[in-house]
């Protein structure tokens, strides 16, 4: 038998880790739609499993895929982004201390104001990009986690992570990073010192806009992990065998769909650069945007889809956004097809984001047809 020369990251998600089936040479794994599993007749369990809350052989694929992409030990796949974070910050205990982005998705401000912070959990919004305002809001021996989004929706603001992870570790505390805007094809996390990685595997890791799922991934076995688990087991927030198998084959294709949204992503921020009708670009790939030394450090292959264009006001954007013709106007990120939205709508009162902003998540489509749309939709 001849050994397998070592593989890269593209290769391994294509391969599905070189998954063959022992018993039919398939090379797509099955669907293991069952809610439970039978016993013998010594009611011993027949397959190792009982009940398909969090135990079903369809997940395993997939968690152990994505598991191996990060650069961690263990995967978790839940039913959403939101529950994904949700486990995770409801691992710690009420009086537990966190730290976490201000500039981040405006669903997980709202989940710590609405529950958790009532719940019991304490908790500081800083400006992580500034290792010295994040250093500063540490609470010695009370801060448990420190979580930041980088690069952080919808503005795209970049976190250092090897040095936020130095001053999370140095204070006994965690580092938990949502890398859903990068995902594993542009930046792994752990490798830059990361405990935890968080994704809405809705995005970038399913790629495809059918699918609602959510995935924590660790970097070692620990006691926050195994609440973690507990937590998916009792509460049951878990993602459906077909929803698995779908995030599974999406991951396939994950290096070559980054590397054509990235881009596009970057001639799109370049050719707006300085236009008339753009106040400002909000894109880690430009030269002179805050962060992008850091970003170039910790990502690679590229600066990801996501870019926000600031115009001259709120009249501004909205006219802009009703004249696309290509651009999907439609919530959401990470699909093969390119989306634009008016993010102070979608946030309401609740969100922080300029009114003047439009959010663009750049799909797979012809670059020069998507930057026309946009020259026309911003034409006086």
Same mark, same amino acid.
């Given at each position: 038998?001849?050994?397998?020369?070592?593989?890269?990251?593209?290769?391994?998600?294509?391969?599905?880790?070189?998954?063959?089936?022992?018993?039919?040479?398939? %090379?797509?794994?099955?669907?293991?739609?069952?809610?439970?599993? $039978?016993?013998?007749?010594?009611?011993? #369990?027949? /397959?190792?499993?009982?009940?398909?809350? !969090?135990?079903?052989?369809?997940?395993?694929?997939?968690?152990?895929?994505?598991?191996?992409? @990060? +650069?961690?030990?263990? $995967?978790?796949?839940?039913?959403?982004?939101?529950?994904?974070?949700?486990?995770?910050?409801?691992? =710690?205990?009420?009086?537990?201390?966190?730290?976490?982005?201000?500039?981040?998705?405006?669903?997980?401000?709202?989940?710590?104001?609405?529950? =958790?912070?009532?719940?019991?959990?304490?908790?500081?919004?800083?400006?992580?990009?500034?290792?010295?305002?994040?250093?500063?809001? %540490?609470?010695?021996?009370?801060?448990?986690?420190?979580?930041?989004?980088?690069?952080?929706?919808?503005?795209?603001?970049?976190? !250092?992570?090897? +040095?936020?992870?130095?001053?999370?570790?140095?204070?006994? $505390?965690?580092?938990?990073?949502?890398?859903?805007?990068?995902?594993?094809?542009?930046?792994?996390?752990?490798?830059?010192?990361?405990?935890?990685?968080?994704?809405?595997?809705?995005?970038? =890791?399913? +790629?495809?806009?059918?699918?609602?799922?959510?995935?924590?991934?660790?970097?070692?076995?620990?006691?926050?992990? #195994?609440?973690?688990?507990?937590?998916?087991? =009792?509460?049951?927030?878990?993602?459906?065998?077909?929803?698995?198998?779908?995030?599974?084959?999406?991951?396939?294709?994950?290096? &070559?769909?980054?590397?054509?949204?990235?881009?596009? $992503?970057?001639?799109?921020? @370049?050719?707006?650069?300085?236009?008339?009708? &753009?106040?400002?670009?909000?894109?880690?790939?430009?030269?002179?945007?805050? /962060?992008?030394?850091?970003?170039?450090? #910790?990502?690679?292959?590229?600066?990801?889809?996501?870019?926000?264009?600031?115009?001259?006001?709120?009249?501004?954007?909205?006219?802009?956004?009703?004249?696309? +013709?290509?651009?999907?106007?439609?919530?959401?990120?990470?699909?093969?097809?390119?989306?634009?939205?008016?993010?102070?709508?979608? @946030?309401?009162?609740?969100?922080?984001?300029?009114?003047?902003?439009?959010?663009?998540?750049?799909?797979?489509?012809?670059?020069?047809?998507?930057?026309?749309?946009?020259?026309?939709?911003?034409?006086?």
């Amino acid at each position: 038998m001849v050994d397998r020369p070592p593989c890269r990251p593209e290769t391994i998600a294509a391969r599905l880790d070189g998954y063959l089936c022992g018993d039919t040479g398939a %090379i797509v794994p099955p669907i293991h739609p069952s809610s439970t599993y $039978a016993r013998d007749a010594d009611y011993a #369990q027949i /397959g190792g499993r009982g009940y398909s809350r !969090d135990d079903n052989p369809t997940y395993l694929q997939a968690e152990a895929l994505l598991a191996r992409l @990060e +650069g961690g030990s263990a $995967a978790m796949l839940f039913a959403s982004g939101m529950a994904a974070i949700t486990a995770l910050l409801q691992a =710690l205990a009420p009086g537990d201390h966190v730290v976490c982005s201000r500039d981040m998705y405006f669903g997980t401000a709202k989940l710590l104001r609405e529950l =958790l912070i009532p719940w019991g959990l304490a908790c500081d919004l800083v400006d992580t990009t500034d290792l010295d305002a994040l250093h500063a809001a %540490i609470r010695p021996g009370v801060t448990k986690l420190v979580y930041v989004e980088t690069p952080a929706n919808p503005i795209w603001s970049v976190t !250092d992570i090897a +040095g936020a992870a130095a001053i999370a570790h140095e204070a006994g $505390a965690l580092l938990a990073v949502d890398n859903t805007s990068a995902s594993p094809a542009l930046c792994r996390p752990i490798a830059h010192g990361a405990d935890l990685v968080v994704h809405s595997a809705t995005k970038y =890791l399913n +790629g495809h806009s059918d699918v609602v799922a959510g995935a924590v991934v660790t970097a070692a076995d620990s006691p926050l992990w #195994q609440r973690i688990g507990r937590i998916r087991f =009792l509460a049951g927030p878990v993602l459906g065998p077909f929803e698995a198998w779908l995030l599974l084959r999406g991951m396939r294709t994950l290096f &070559v769909r980054m590397r054509a949204a990235c881009a596009s $992503a970057q001639r799109i921020a @370049e050719h707006f650069d300085g236009h008339p009708a &753009v106040a400002q670009i909000c894109y880690p790939g430009l030269p002179g945007f805050p /962060g992008h030394a850091i970003a170039a450090r #910790q990502m690679e292959g590229g600066f990801g889809g996501m870019l926000s264009l600031r115009l001259a006001s709120r009249e501004a954007a909205l006219r802009a956004i009703s004249r696309v +013709g290509i651009f999907i106007r439609a919530t959401s990120l990470g699909g093969v097809e390119s989306l634009i939205e008016h993010r102070a709508t979608i @946030e309401k009162e609740d969100g922080t984001v300029p009114d003047d902003l439009l959010r663009l998540s750049i799909g797979i489509e012809a670059v020069e047809d998507l930057i026309a749309d946009l020259e026309q939709a911003l034409a006086e």
